[in-house]
C-alpha cells in the first residue's frame, strides 16, 4: 500500500505570496491531520479533517486554511506569508479520527 | 485542556544498556497515547499507541510503554540500545474534543555512544 504523499517537497516562496500544499492519505483512510514543525516550536497541530469537515483547528492565525476533498485528498493554504511561515508542514493520515496517524515526508516551506 | 511534557529533552545511553524516555501527560478526557520516533532526514514513524487496552503496550523494535494512569505518565522504554535507535522521540496526546486534537511532546533526543 502507498504511504501518504505530499506535494511539493521543497518550495521557496517570498513574503505576501500565497502557497498551496496538497497531500494524498493512504487509500482508505478518511481522516486527514496537518502540523507545522520548526526548531523552535517542534510540532504543531495545524488541523483536522474528516469526511471533508474542518473537525478541529489548532492555535494558527486565518492566513492558514484548509480544505478536504470527497477522495480525501486534503490541501492546505497559506496567505500573505510571513518569514516565520518557513517550516515543515507535515501531513498525516487515518483511518478514522484518533487512531494512529501515518505521516508523510513533509514540505519544506522557505519564505524569503 | 491537553499537554503533554518530555521530560528530558536529551538523553544519553552506551549501547546494550537500557533506555527510559519520559513522558507526563495531561488530559480532561480518555487519551489516546502514542509513541513516534524521528530519525535524520526521515519521517515520523509510529512506535506503539495506549487506547485504553492493556496498561503495557509493545511497539515496534523491542520498545514498550506502560501507561500509568495515577502518575500521568507514558514512559517509553528498551532493554538494550542500539546504535539505530539514535533519533528523537516524540510522545503524543490526542482526544477527542468534538473533533480529535493532537498534541505533540516537545520531544527527546537519544544518543547511543557505542
Known amino acids: 500500500k502507498a504511504g501518504v504523499t505530499q506535494t511539493p517537497r521543497y518550495l521557496i516562496k517570498t513574503r505576501g505570496q500565497q502557497v498551496t500544499l496538497s497531500c494524498s492519505p493512504i487509500?482508505?483512510?478518511?481522516?486527514v491531520s496537518w502540523y507545522q514543525q520548526t526548531p523552535g516550536q517542534g510540532l504543531q497541530f495545524l488541523f483536522e479533517?474528516?469526511?471533508?469537515?474542518?473537525?478541529n483547528k489548532g492555535n494558527f492565525p486565518g492566513r492558514f486554511s484548509g480544505r478536504q476533498f470527497s477522495n480525501s485528498r486534503s490541501e492546505m493554504n497559506v496567505s500573505t506569508l510571513e518569514l516565520g511561515d518557513s517550516a515543515l508542514y507535515l501531513c498525516?493520515?487515518?483511518?478514522?479520527?484518533?487512531?494512529?496517524?501515518?505521516f508523510g515526508p513533509g514540505t519544506r516551506l522557505t519564505v524569503t | 485542556a491537553q499537554s503533554v511534557t518530555q521530560l528530558d529533552s536529551h538523553v544519553s545511553v552506551s549501547e546494550g544498556t537500557p533506555v527510559l524516555l519520559r513522558c507526563n501527560y495531561s488530559?480532561?478526557?480518555?487519551?489516546?497515547l502514542f509513541w513516534y520516533v524521528q530519525h535524520p532526514n526521515k519521517g515520523l514513524q509510529l512506535l506503539l499507541k495506549?487506547?485504553?487496552?492493556?496498561?503495557l503496550v509493545k511497539g515496534i523494535n523491542g520498545f514498550e510503554a506502560e501507561f500509568k494512569k495515577s502518575e500521568t505518565s507514558f514512559h517509553l522504554t528498551k532493554p538494550s540500545a542500539h546504535m539505530s535507535d539514535a533519533a528523537e522521540y516524540f510522545c503524543?496526546?490526542?482526544?477527542?474534543?468534538?473533533?480529535?486534537?493532537?498534541?505533540f511532546g516537545a520531544g527527546t533526543r537519544l544518543f547511543v555512544k557505542a
Open positions: 503524543v496526546v490526542s482526544e477527542d474534543t468534538g473533533g480529535f486534537k493532537t498534541i
Open positions: 498525516a493520515s487515518s483511518t478514522v479520527p484518533g487512531y494512529e496517524q501515518y
Open positions: 488530559s480532561s478526557y480518555s487519551p489516546s
Open positions: 479533517y474528516f469526511s471533508e469537515t474542518q473537525r
Open positions: 487509500s482508505g483512510h478518511r481522516s
Open positions: 495506549y487506547t485504553s487496552a492493556a496498561t
